[in-house]
């Protein structure tokens, strides 16, 4: 019988799944602390990320939003349970991208 414990794998943004903590918080920084605003999410004084890749970096997080953070996100008329939910909804409101449409840009 086996009993070694399988090895986690890498988190993938194209694969979804739950994403490294700090860009989960960065995200909520921004949206609560932020209020939206800016295109740099603060993690700390000495760590950011862009929104837009940020927002690429969570697109198919499965992680549950805590409940400020939804409570929040109302507050601008988001309503969303996950952070993959929460990104594609701010990406819309951004960028007026349809429900559908991935964070790349379509080739053409």
């Known amino acids: 019988m086996d009993t070694t414990a399988p090895m986690r794998r890498r ?17 909520y920084n921004w949206i609560d602390a932020q209020n939206m605003e800016g295109d740099v999410a603060r993690l700390d004084d000495e760590e950011s990320f862009e929104v837009a890749g940020l927002l690429g970096q969570l697109w198919n997080c499965s992680d549950t939003l805590p409940s400020h953070v939804r409570a929040r996100l109302g507050d601008f008329g988001i309503e969303a349970g996950s952070v993959a939910v929460a990104v594609r909804a701010i990406k819309r409101r951004r960028t007026g991208c349809g429900a559908g449409s991935s964070p790349r840009q379509s080739e053409g």
């Open 11 to 27: 988190f993938s943004p194209a694969q979804g799944g739950h994403a490294p903590g700090h860009l989960r918080e960065a995200l």
